[in-house]
């Protein structure tokens, strides 16, 4: 039994050997050194981010400053118009009458409806527009937040334009309550002087107002006919100015349907050279419009891709990471269960080692009643040669009984004087199954060992997997930097398009100042309230796609905040695992020192162990002298058997039988003596055997010790294991910990198994002494009793 159970704890160390778990500390500093790398990555980054945002800012500014330029020089030509309107309100007011006033009421009422027709041309020319701002705004949010501020600018100063107009119209109408009064009093007056005529009879009055009358009629008919000339010459520059508004507004129509189906046929074009010139502008814009819709177009395209393709990834990781901390908690409820499986086990060991150490006191106590020493080869063979002469003398001592008369009587059956060995039987017996159980345990151990290379291997993979993450984060970041990449260049193409967008405006607004000379204030008019229903219509599809890009913003930001989060999770666990490993470090230096100190005292044992061995060897020289003598006592016995059967042949002699009756006295005294002498020996044996008990007991003393030390070593591992049970990384330092902490109590209990083999090889070599010496014992009592009966007869 002791063979096997040396030969099971080789192959447990050996497969312990084999299942070695290897420390790789490399990986920890290439962790931190990714670490410093993401960081410095984000820092560039978000300079990066940092200067785009200063030039979105810049070009933010520099739109303003051209809007507010464009609404200055509006509100001059409106002022300027106002102006214009006012003076000739006034020349009308004081050149013609209440009649006259009628007619140009009607007038402006048919000029307000024109003007309403043309508005809703206009609106449906706005749509247009509309779509080309929308492609536009969805190019940079920020400068389509700060269009709205423009646009809410320019829509108050519409409102007050607006206002102004209806001021206009409010004083035309006063103006028309004042004629009416006017035209009132001029009866009153007339009546009054009908009276005065009546009263005074004066008719020469009367002759110079009816002079006057004629001379009044005949300029108002001149005036009249003024004015007929400057209706028609108006009507005129109105009908030129509507071909003119007509033709533009074609031009704009026909290139938007240009823009929205490419497979329209072009209109016939006017011989007019602004006409001409305008269109060419117009045609260049909508190209510029075209190939900015197909970037922006494109960007948004790729943009969505980018943003499903960075959801995927996210959700990607979010399940990685939700698999991997379900393996961990699984694995955490493992490792839980193995710690009090362990415990449960050591526990068994403790009350093993406890049993063994009260057995080796026994066997120990046992040993020190018998003070044999191992047989050599040369005493092997004396004892046969011993045996066999015995056999001989037996014989012939049967030979002589047969030739003895009257004495026919058979020996005496032999009696068993072997010691009482039940209570070292009972004691062996408890020793095998203490043994089974431990066997059991070193199985169960070397199960939970393979166990944890199951949990090694699933940590091994769960490794894998964070490389996998932390390429899958490289990769993104690549595909971020390519995107910022991609967005630089837009930029650059914006403030390309932004040149020739403020070039194109120069020349508008060069066109515009060559175009005030002929258009006039109605023409004015309406395309103010026509931008002012466009940049109402822009606005509002420009708030739609405000909030559609903001929707967007928000999910950007909210995977952002998310990445950082988990970059922020990522790099406080790595900063807890780093405090955790330095922690274990100390717990495995202060560990080492104490295994040093359990070596030291062992081999302190061990050489105490050494003198016990000397001590014994000792015993067995003691042991083999008393045998040498035992051998001389045999030699002296058979003499003593040659004697008697010379006294046979010679039982007529008296004096030969006196004299030998006189011999066997002295050599039963002789025997006497040497029984006296072994029973000294005995003595002493016994004696040294109490002196073993000691040293054992002192021997027992010290492993204790040493078992307690271990057991509080195994304790503070047990209390790190619970700590930290929840930690992949911390889990395998500990494992590894434990691993070589049962190697080292692998190796203890395989030292002390075979100092257990060599006491028990020890003990039945003194027991079969032992034996042999009761035998031999027995033999010579027996051939006492022989002689004593011969003499008697």
Sequence with gaps: QPDNSSSSFQITSQQNGENKWDWTPEDETDTKDDLTNLKILVNELETEKNDLIAQLEQLDAENQQNLCQLLQHQHKAATIREKNLEKQLKDLKISQTSSINDKTNHDLTVELEETKKELSVLKSTHGTLEKTLEDLKNANENE??????????????????????????????????????????????????????????????????????????????????????????????????????????????????????????????SEDPQVMEFNKHVESIFKILLDFKDKCQSLERQILETTQEKNNLLNEKNNEIEKLLQHSDVLSREVIHKTETIKELETEITNLITSNDMLMSEIESCKSNSVLQPISESNEDSMVLLETALD???????????????????????????????????????????????????????????????????????????????????????????ANFTIDN???????????????????????????????????????????????????????????????????????????????????????????????????????????????????????????????????????????????????????????????????????????????????????????????????????QNDRKVDNDRHQSLISRHEEEIRLLRAELQKILDSNNGESQETEELRKEILSLQKQVEELTTSRNELINMITVKHQESVTYHNEIQRLLDVLQKETDKSAKMEAQ
């Design 144 to 269: 389509i937040l700060k269009l709205q501020s423009d646009l809410s600018k320019s829509e108050n100063e519409l409102k007050e334009v607006y206002t102004e107009l209806l001021q206009a119209k409010e004083q035309i109408i006063f103006s028309e309550s004042k004629s009416k009064e006017d035209a009132e009093n001029y009866k009153k007056l007339a009546f009054i002087l009908d009276s005065y005529e009546k009263q005074n009879d004066l008719n020469t009055a009367s002759c110079e107002i009816e002079e006057l009358k004629k001379s009044h009629e005949s300029a108002l008919k001149d005036f009249g006919e003024k004015i007929g000339k400057l209706n028609e010459d108006y009507k005129n520059l109105k009908l030129k100015n509507d071909d003119m508004h007509r033709a533009y507004i074609n031009i704009l129509t026909e290139n938007v349907k240009r823009y929205l189906n490419s497979e329209y046929v072009n209109y016939e074009p």
């Design 392 to 482: 001989n003398a037996n014989e012939k001592i049967k030979e002589l009984e047969k030739i003895v008369e009257n004495e026919s009587k058979s020996p005496e059956p032999m009696e068993s004087t072997i010691l009482n060995h039940e209570d070292y039987r009972e004691l062996l017996s408890s020793y095998d199954s203490l043994k089974i159980d431990h066997d059991t345990t070193v199985k169960e151990l070397i199960q939970t060992k393979s166990e944890l290379a199951d949990a090694q291997n699933d940590n091994d993979i769960l490794k894998s997997q964070l490389d996998k993450n932390k390429a899958d984060f490289e990769n993104t970041e690549y595909q971020l930097s390519e």
């Design 490 to 688: 837009l930029r650059e193409e914006m403030e390309v398009l932004n040149v020739k967008l403020s070039q194109l405006s120069k020349q508008h607004d060069q066109m515009k100042t060559e175009s005030m000379n002929n258009i006039d204030l109605k023409s004015d008019l309406n395309e103010l309230k026509e931008k002012l229903i466009t940049e109402e219509d822009l606005r509002r599809n420009a708030e739609g796609q405000i909030k559609s890009l903001t929707e967007k913003v928000q999910k950007s930001k909210m995977s952002e905040t998310s990445l950082k989060l988990q970059y922020d999770t990522l790099s406080k666990e790595n900063i807890f695992l780093s405090e955790t490993k330095v922690n274990l470090e100390n717990s495995v230096a202060n560990l080492k020192t104490c295994l040093t100190d359990c070596e030291n005292k062992y081999t302190n044992i061990l050489q105490k162990y050494d003198e016990v061995l000397l001590k014994c060897e000792d015993l067995n020289t003691q042991l083999h002298q008393k045998e040498i003598e035992q051998f001389s006592l045999n030699n002296q016995l058979i003499d003593i058997k040659e004697q008697n059967e010379k006294l046979s042949k010679l039982t007529e002699d008296n004096d030969s039988l006196i004299e030998l009756k006189a011999q066997l006295k002295l050599k039963e005294e002789e025997i006497l003596r040497i029984v006296d002498e072994l029973n000294d020996c005995k003595n002493m044996y016994e004696e040294l």
